[in-house]
């Protein structure tokens, strides 16, 4: 490590919170400031590359304030390479988002998230004027107006030219191609809403447009979007996902959630042998070619929480290869979630065994998965998930897709002696 960034390492990891909370205006100042030293302390984005790889060797733990910043600059030095004219679109959905999108001392659970996502970008792109931006945030039906606080809020703190506000209700009511076969807001679980907002962004047809969904939430921080433009722009890549499991990843994630999460890799894992690469498809952080999003949103068979996984399967179908995985920081943003209680797992494990049979040619194995998910009920997934075997809860996610220790057999016997 260059001695003087190892110095501001040793600096930053001596003033860093012991727990970053992205929701805290002081911490995310913080991780700003400390990402716009080091910007300025490196020569390059191989130094901070080189930077973040020393941050995971040997035993010594970081704080994650040290990591996100690294992030933070490494994205903000390769939006610095971006040298034409380019765009980038940021949608993300709202239901019930109208705590949350409130001011903290407006309510315990605000994040205020929507003008410290304009912030973010501003900072990330403060200097490159030849770069364009704007956000498109879809209201999901929701039934507490978040979409109507939401452009109050644009309109009160005068950010009209860098965000708008979607209704998926009203795109129903007019018919709009993308929109289809919804009749009503309630078949839409954010998937019916991203789509929407992804389809309305790529309308803007120009060069070099980058299309990229992220979560209502600030468990993202948007000043990593660099990191998900350079390879769609500059390396060629149709997508750049997000991930939170890759070796360089930094991931806070709470309660069963994570195993929970393993389960549902390994099963899905099962029948769409064609994403094996892919480890992480739910990190609410993806980005898309502006003319590969216009043509895998319109037609789909799934408008809610997996509606990721089709996106990304048509992706991959169309160009092999074209996805790369990207590390990013995440920290989880449990609080006033809107899907922490709804247990969307076994739900997607179904609308999954759809694309498996709609997209791709059958094969034996993934027939004997997708004929037990069909199996499952509420009742008896929740008996799975308090049984998982150690072969899966124990093991790296990574390895998922070329070893398969159990089988389909195995799980039902687990069930057997529940």
Request: hydrophobic share 40%; proline share 5%.
């Amino acid at each position: 490590m260059d001695r003087d960034l190892n110095r501001l390492v040793h600096e930053l990891t001596e003033r860093a919170p012991a727990e970053l909370d992205l929701t805290n205006g002081r911490h995310l100042d913080l991780a700003t400031s400390a990402a716009e030293t080091l910007f300025g302390e490196a020569s390059s984005h191989d130094e901070l590359a080189n930077l973040e790889a020393t941050l995971f060797e040997g035993d010594r733990q970081f704080p994650l304030l040290v990591h996100l910043a690294v992030k933070l600059a490494h994205s903000k030095r390769l939006v610095g390479r971006l040298v034409e004219p380019a765009r980038l679109s940021v949608v993300f959905a709202m239901y019930k988002e109208n705590k949350r999108i409130l001011e903290p001392e407006a309510h315990p659970h605000g994040e205020d998230f929507l003008r410290r996502k304009v912030a973010q970008l501003e900072w990330l792109f403060e200097g490159s004027s030849h770069i364009a931006w704007r956000i498109f945030a879809v209201d999901d039906g929701c039934p507490e107006a978040s979409g109507r606080i939401a452009r109050e809020i644009i309109d009160r703190s005068g950010l009209e030219e860098r965000s708008e506000v979607l209704f998926l209700e009203e795109a129903i009511r007019r018919g709009e191609p993308v929109t289809r076969p919804l009749e009503r807001t309630s078949e839409s679980q954010k998937g019916g809403s991203i789509q929407l907002g992804m389809w309305q962004a790529a309308r803007q047809r120009e060069a070099n447009h980058v299309v990229l969904f992220t979560d209502a939430d600030l468990s993202t921080h948007l000043g990593q979007a660099g990191l998900l433009m350079f390879p769609i722009l500059v390396e060629g890549s149709d997508a750049a996902i997000g991930s939170r499991r890759e070796p360089t990843s930094v991931a806070i994630k709470k309660g069963k959630r994570n195993v929970r999460g393993k389960l549902f890799i390994y099963l899905w894992k099962r029948l769409l042998p064609e994403l094996n690469h892919v480890v992480d498809t739910q990190c609410g952080f993806k980005a898309f070619r502006a003319d590969v999003a216009r043509r895998i949103v319109v037609d789909t068979l799934e408008k809610k929480f997996a509606f990721d996984i089709e996106l990304l399967l048509r992706t991959e179908l169309a160009r092999p290869g074209s996805i790369v995985k990207v590390p990013i920081a995440w920290i989880d943003s449990e609080a006033a979630s809107t899907t922490t209680d709804l247990e969307p797992y076994l739900p997607m494990l179904r609308s999954i065994v759809g694309f498996y049979r709609h997209y791709l040619p059958a094969n034996p194995n993934s027939d004997t998965f997708a004929a037990f998910i069909e199996g499952l009920d509420d009742d008896s997934w929740h008996r799975l998930v308090d049984s998982i075997p150690p072969e899966i809860a124990a093991a790296d996610p990574a390895h998922f897709g070329d070893h398969a220790p159990i089988t389909a057999s195995d799980l039902r016997a687990i069930l057997a002696k529940g």
